[in-house]
């Protein structure tokens, strides 16, 4: 959208589809909703891997 | 425009800016900002006696910098109203008066250096809203020297070079000589359908006809200069516009297909050089000018950003505001009672400005003349005593229509005047404070039990958005285009309206697959309240992932009308999902559910 250049950077991440199960690289600006759509299959049912931080050491 | 400034019923506020707005159609309250002008409008005559005493000058903008102004100025012969303004940033200075030469020389002591800026408000019933536009900067576009070389110029100074009431009377020169160019040169599309972050990807509109026009002017006023138009292609679709063009050419203007990779000036001579891939005889060209005009486009001013918060509209990508329909409602703003005309809903000529404003004129003049409004049957209520102050519907109303004071501990009102009845607020409201008329909670959850009453395992839920996703449904049924029979649509007013509840219900009663569809982002006729169905079911995805039960089997779909075949893909992409369903799953969703671990409440 218009927003998307003002709003701030755009972010690297993950996608996956929920209907293929394609995971693909993408981006997003904080803040702003983008309409999406699969590469491979088109669908719009997507969701933005939230990528897991690894557990902190133990001492 | 001198009879708007005269008609005894229209009130002019210049100088003015918009600082706030509230209310709904036929009630808006608008807040506005007036700077001081330091001159009287009304004992003002325009002689212009201020300004022949005035030791400041500056550059003239209007004249696009090619002329200068005093610090006292008119903005332009023809403004109005017809009263000189003061540029205080510019004037050497009133407190304490260090130069007062034009209070000395007015004749009916008109100037006010201690004027004040305004800040008063007015009721209104209907808005136009009328910003105008920019030109676009080619500053750029370094290929074309336009910061380099004098003889470059671009369309809009060009004009003001030619007026009669220009920099030169009228007379075309070169500004490195002040002679009469051989050869002038035009550049289309300089800004415009460029996709490659430093114009727009639009095409302005006006410029191709803007240069025809220079072009006709020159051949007609100085036969012996020549004209060069390099383009991608000319875009003459307006009426006459065909016949303008072909008079161009027949008067000896020279088109040629290509855009100028480069332009370099002889530094003796300033004689401009283009290089050129010619498109019609694919070989590299060298041509020469001795003047080059950059046909410029329009862009979107930077604050309409700020208008567009203050009367909940919606832009286009573009940046311009966005109509409420594109065809049925072309000047109408998705708010009510707001009305569009000239460049501010898009790039457009004159004529198509005249033609639109008037539209909006007879828009506002229909609503104001009958003194009423007829309010859409489809609004939300509210039920004072659920309501917990807690605002969320007033932030998820795409038009300000629901007011909330959390402090004072005011339940939500609804402006039903505002409403447009997408229920999004009802869909968000965690307490059901909030009631859709027509298309209640308990209306929706009665089709989604019917629809799962018989052998749910085989259903697919559909909530579709009236507009878009199931006439893009109903389009696929008149194309003849088959979906799987499984299907069950349940039609809302805006995907906005798809509460969780609905959706988690629908999922207890054995539903093996939901899908909840709405409007492509840009053509949510509610403005934007489709973005309130992804975050919605985003959450949703995560709270299923959490329970068990597999993300998949919720899908979110964007289909338009015209989508009829989308529709019929979509569909069967689903029912594959649905076979991969299977009855340990529906049963172990509906224990998740019975035992109610998802942190929703259910309507059973």
Known sequence: MSDAKTKGPRIPCRYKCLRCGLVWEGSYVKGVMEELSCPSCASNSQRRLKEKKPPAEKE | MADVARHPR??????ATVEAASGSVGNFKVKIRQKPRYVDVDACTACGDCAKVCPVLLPNEFEAGLMTKRAIHQLFPQAVPAAYVIDMDHCLGTNPIACGKCAEACGVHCIDYDDQEKVFEVEVGTIIVATGQDVMDPT????????????????????????PLGPTLGHLIKLSDRTLPKTVAFIQCVGSRCDDGRGKPYCSNICCMNTIKDSLLIRDHWPDVEVKIFYIDIRAFGKGFEDMYKRSKAAGAKYIRGIPGEVMEDPETKELILHVENGDTGRLEEHRAEMVILSVGMEAPADMRKLQTILNLQKTPDGFYLEAHPKLLPVDAATKGVFFAGTAEGPKDVKDSV?????????ALRLMAEGKVH?????????EDLCKFCEVCAKACPYGAITVDRKTKKPAVVAEAACAGCGTCGAECATGAITMKHFTDEQIIAQVDAMLADRPEEKIVVFACNWCSYAGGDFAGVSRLQYPPTMRLVRTMCSGRVDKKFVLHAFAKGAPVVLVSGCHYVDCHYIDANRWTQKRV?????QLERKGIRPERLQLEWISSAEG????????????????VTPEEIEHTKKVLEKNLLEVPILV
């Open chain 2, 565 to 580: 075949a989308k529709f019929q893909t979509v569909m069967e992409a689903i029912e594959k999902i649905r076979r991969t």
């Open chain 2, 10 to 15: 229209i009130e002019l506020h210049t100088l």
């Open chain 2, 140 to 163: 750029p576009f370094e290929e074309y020297g336009y910061t380099r070389y004098e003889n470059v110029l671009t369309s809009l100074e060009f004009e003001r070079l030619i007026s």
């Open chain 2, 538 to 542: 985003e959450r949703l995805w995560d």
């Open chain 2, 375 to 383: 309010i859409p049957a489809i609004t939300s209520t509210i039920d």
């Open chain 2, 355 to 363: 033609t639109q404003a008037s539209a909006a004129a007879a828009r």
